[in-house]
């Protein structure tokens, strides 16, 4: 926090990577291009429910086709029942690295072993326990 405003609130351009941009509302980036939204998500898709320096990915969800960092912010600001990806459709491109853009498919990300394959960025190992939050298991 810096103030009574999250750290990454007002920033300067050189804090932030160049292919991501931060609307004024606060409550989404663009990543490569790609909108992602959170609450008080930052420059990598961190949000204010997951906030470690392996938090870097975004996962879209299938009820809404729409980037959300996290389930919580998706239940937060969706205004819907979140869906869950099924076992048929884990070749679709679901989940976005916030360190590189990279778009990964389902399977890919769980394959991947927290380790982005675009840009060798590490991810969270602990989000397999949410899969069955985004993903049928």
């Known amino acids: 926090m810096v103030g009574d405003r999250p750290a990454h609130v007002g920033s300067s351009p050189g804090d932030r990577r160049q292919n991501s941009e931060k609307d004024d509302d606060e409550l989404e ?4 291009g790609i909108p992602v939204r ?3 998500i930052d420059e990598r898709t ?3 429910h997951y906030r470690s320096g392996l938090d870097i990915v975004a996962i879209k969800f299938n009820c809404c086709q729409t980037y959300y960092s996290c389930f919580y912010c998706h239940q937060a600001e969706a205004g819907h029942s979140a869906g869950i990806w099924p076992r ?5 491109k679901a989940v976005l690295c916030g360190a ?3 778009e990964l498919t389902i399977r890919q990300y769980m394959e991947c072993r927290a380790v982005c394959p675009g840009c060798g960025s590490a991810f969270n190992p602990r989000c397999d326990s949410h899969y069955p939050l985004y993903f049928e298991t």
């Open 88 to 92: 048929a459709q884990f070749a679709e």
């Open 38 to 40: 959170g609450v008080e």
């Open 46 to 48: 961190r949000c204010v």
């Open 29 to 32: 980036i663009r990543i490569s």
């Open 100 to 102: 590189c853009g990279a």
